[in-house]
């Protein structure tokens, strides 16, 4: 099984990136899909989720700034970013969770949101 994220990089304040995790060797379209990311000195927290039939929660911090979605035929899910604060500034990880045994993770993509 591989995650692969992209889509990280610099943005300036209020601006807007879109993060990809690509996924090989699991049956993507029946996986719970989590975001997650870990800002400098802190722990890492849960940003957004999408279930395998599509329903979505958020972190109240990025409530209605980041969109989570997912793309079965691609085997892909995205976390759209929108009016990004310098307090988003992390590594985001995709991860996809599995009962009874160790979750998946992606390496991670930096966010780096500064002017």
């Known amino acids: 099984v591989q995650l692969v994220e992209s889509g990280g990089g610099l943005v300036q304040p209020g601006g807007s990136l879109r993060l990809s995790c690509a996924t090989s060797?699991?049956?993507?379209?029946?996986?719970?899909t989590k975001w997650y990311r870990q800002g400098p000195g802190k722990e890492r927290e849960e940003v957004a989720f999408?279930?395998?039939?599509?329903?979505?929660s958020y972190a109240d911090s990025v409530k209605g700034r980041f969109t989570i979605s997912r793309d079965n035929t691609k085997k892909t899910a995205y976390l759209q970013m929108n009016n990004l604060k310098a307090e988003d500034t992390a590594v985001y990880y995709c991860?996809?969770?599995?009962?009874?045994?160790?979750?998946?993770w992606g390496q991670g993509t930096q966010v780096t949101v500064s002017s």
């Open positions: 060797g699991i049956v993507f379209r029946i996986a719970d």
């Open positions: 991860n996809i969770p599995q009962a009874g045994a160790p979750d998946y």
């Open positions: 999408i279930s395998s039939i599509g329903r979505t």
